[in-house]
């Protein structure tokens, strides 16, 4: 998501994925949600004009906080192909 966590928290998101897991659970069983928040929009940021949020804000997210949300998005498609052979 693009957004940051707190933003995301204030416009509801939490609600909105809360509703969505239990959608999904009735219809496909286990499921869970990662949120990744303050993504990057483009590969390059000194070609864009974008004043809504720091560019070199984002390169420095994607560097550092990133690589632990793949992780944690690695683990949990671990979890969703356990639960599926369950």
């Given amino acids: 998501?693009?957004?940051p966590e707190s933003t995301?928290?204030?416009m509801g998101?939490?609600?909105l994925l809360a509703i969505n897991d239990a959608a999904f659970k009735r219809v496909l069983g286990y499921n869970e949600s990662l949120c990744v928040?303050?993504?990057m929009q483009f590969s390059d940021?000194?070609?864009y004009e974008c004043n809504m949020f720091d560019g070199n804000q984002?390169?420095?997210r994607n560097k550092t906080i990133f690589p632990e949300d793949l992780r944690k998005a690695y683990e949990l498609g671990q979890r969703l192909v356990e639960?599926?052979?369950e």
């Fill in 83 to 85: 639960k599926a052979s």
């Fill in 13 to 15: 998101y939490n609600e």
């Fill in 1 to 3: 998501m693009n957004a």
């Fill in 37 to 39: 928040y303050e993504t």
């Fill in 58 to 60: 984002r390169v420095e």
């Fill in 45 to 47: 940021y000194s070609r």
């Fill in 8 to 10: 995301a928290a204030k």
